[in-house]
T-cell receptor, first 118, second 112 residues
C-alpha cells in the first residue's frame, strides 16, 4: 500500500517568509509525528498527534512553529518568519500506536521536505 | 532525560568484513529499541527492533540484541556488502512516550 507522503520535496524560501509543509500519513494510522533532521542537531522530535487527543508539542523549538492535523489524517507544519537556522529536512512519520504504555508500534517515515532558508 | 549514544563514524569497511556499530542508551523503565537506516537519497527505513530485554531483532543479515544489563543495542552483520553503505541510526521509544529519540547516526561506507 501507499506509504507516508510529504510535499513539497524541496522548498527554498527567503528569510522572514512563512512556509507550510504537508504530510499524508499511511491510511488508518492514528499517530502522526514530525521530526527535523539538521546537520547541527541530528534527528529531533518536533510534535506528535494521536487521534483526537491534544498534541504533544514538547519538541517545537519556538513559537514560530505550529502544526495541525485535520480530520485525523493530513497534517501541516507551518513555520512563520523563517530563519536560516530553520534550514533542515523535515520528516513526517505515522504509526498505528495507541497511548497505552508498552512496546511501541513501528513509525514509518516519509521521504522528507528539504527546506532551505536563504 | 532519555538519550542514545552511537559510535562516531564514518566506518569504512571492505566488502565481506564484519560490522559492529555500538549503541548505548539512557532511559527510565523499559524502552523499545530500534535501528533505522537511511540509504543515499532515500528516507528513513526501519531495519530492526526489539521491545524487551534479551530480545534479538534481525533483518537483512543484521542483528541487534537488547541488553538491559549493559543498556546496549549494538548492531552487527557478519559480512557487509557495498549495498549496505548508508547512515544507521539507533533510537529508543519509552512506553507511554511515543516520540523516538535518535542517536547521532553512523555513516557506513563499504568498498569492493
Amino acid at each position: 500500500g501507499a506509504g507516508v507522503s510529504q510535499s513539497p520535496s524541496n522548498k527554498v524560501t527567503e528569510k522572514g517568509k512563512d512556509v507550510e509543509l504537508r504530510c499524508d500519513p499511511i491510511s488508518g494510522h492514528t499517530a502522526l509525528y514530525w521530526y527535523r533532521q539538521s546537520l547541527g542537531q541530528g534527528l529531533e522530535f518536533l510534535i506528535y498527534f494521536q487521534g483526537n487527543s491534544a498534541p504533544d508539542k514538547s519538541g517545537l523549538p519556538s513559537d514560530r512553529f505550529s502544526a495541525e492535523r485535520t480530520g485525523g489524517s493530513v497534517s501541516t507544519l507551518t513555520i512563520q518568519r523563517t530563519q536560516q537556522e530553520d534550514s533542515a529536512v523535515y520528516l513526517c512519520a505515522s504509526s498505528s500506536s495507541t497511548t497505552s504504555p508498552g512496546p511501541q508500534e513501528t513509525q514509518y517515515f516519509g521521504p522528507g521536505t528539504r527546506l532551505l532558508v536563504l | 532525560g532519555d538519550s542514545v549514544t552511537q559510535m562516531e563514524g564514518p566506518v569504512t569497511l571492505s566488502e565481506e568484513a564484519f560490522l559492529t556499530i555500538n549503541c548505548t542508551y539512557t532511559a527510565t523503565g523499559y524502552p523499545s529499541l530500534f535501528w533505522y537506516v537511511q540509504y543515499p537519497g532515500e528516507g528513513l527505513q526501519l531495519l530492526l527492533k526489539a521491545t524487551k530485554a534479551d530480545d534479538k531483532g534481525s533483518n537483512k543479515g543484521f542483528e541487534a540484541t537488547y541488553r538491559k544489563e549493559t543498556t546496549s543495542f549494538h548492531l552487527e552483520k557478519g559480512s557487509v556488502q557495498v549495498s549496505d553503505s548508508a547512515v544507521y541510526f539507533c533510537a529508543l521509544a519509552r512506553g507511554g512516550y511515543n516520540k523516538l529519540i535518535f542517536g547521532a547516526g553512523t555513516r557506513l561506507a563499504v568498498h569492493p
